[in-house]
C-alpha cells in the first residue's frame, strides 16, 4: 500500500510540476521590455536599397579602399 502511495504521490508531483512550467512562456516569447510600438515600414524596396548604397557600413574593405596606394617597394626580393 504505501509503494502504491509513493507511485501516486510522484506522478502528482511530476504533473502540477509540468502545469506550473507551462504557465511561462516559451524563449523568446517574453516581454521585449520596448517602450515604443514596432510599426510597420512603409519604405519601398527600392528605397531601402538606395539608402544602403548611400550609408555603407564601414567595413575593412571600405577602409583598405580609402586609404592612399603604398608605393612600392625598391628593395628586390633578393636582396631582402
Known amino acids: 500500500m504505501q509503494a502504491k502511495n509513493i507511485a501516486l504521490a510522484t506522478v502528482l508531483a511530476a504533473v502540477f510540476a509540468g502545469n506550473a512550467f507551462a504557465a511561462q512562456p516559451a524563449a523568446g516569447e517574453g516581454p521585449l521590455f520596448l517602450n515604443e510600438p514596432a510599426t510597420v515600414s ?29 608605393s612600392a617597394s625598391k628593395v628586390t626580393r633578393a636582396e631582402v
Not at 42 to 68: G, H, M
Open 42 to 70: 512603409t519604405l519601398t524596396r527600392a528605397e531601402v536599397t538606395q539608402q544602403a548604397i548611400a550609408n555603407l557600413p564601414a567595413t575593412d574593405a571600405n577602409l583598405l579602399a580609402a586609404k592612399a596606394p603604398v
